[in-house]
Nanobody, 124 residues
Framework: VQLQAFGGGLVQAGGSLRLSCAAS????????MGWFRRTPGKEREFVAA????????YYADSVKGRFTISRGSAKNTVFLQMNSLKPDDTAVYYC??????????????????WGQGTLVTVSS
């Protein structure tokens, strides 16, 4: 299983970015796909997750109302739409997968497959 995240970049506070995660190596119909982020000196932080088969979504409190996780039309793509970005959102964002899964607790240790990360920088 391989995951590839892309779409990061530099954006001003209040702006938007959309991250994409392309997965290959198997079908993900029964998987959970998640986004996590990490800043230097901090632990990896849960951002959002989606249960592929039923579409249930989960969000960290810090991004609720601003970020949206969604499935692509192909059964191997997940997006993270990030709006109203803040400097505190600056981090390397990683997509991850685990499965089979029908709920999520936002625990990085439960995820088996990880992408390489994409850097998001939000300037003030």
């Amino acid at each position: 299983v391989q995951l590839q995240a892309f779409g990061g970049g530099l954006v001003q506070a209040g702006g938007s970015l959309r991250l994409s995660c392309a997965a290959s190596g198997r079908t993900f119909g029964s998987y959970a796909m998640g986004w996590f982020r990490r800043t230097p000196g901090k632990e990896r932080e849960f951002v959002a997750a989606i249960i592929w088969s039923i579409g249930t979504t989960y969000y960290a409190d810090s991004v609720k109302g601003r970020f949206t996780i969604s499935r692509g039309s192909a059964k191997n793509t997940v997006f993270l739409q990030m709006n109203s970005l803040k400097p505190d959102d600056t981090a390397v964002y990683y997509c991850a997968a685990k499965g089979p899964a029908y709920y999520d607790k936002g625990l990085a240790g439960e995820y088996e497959h990880w992408g390489q990360g994409t850097l998001v920088t939000v300037s003030s």
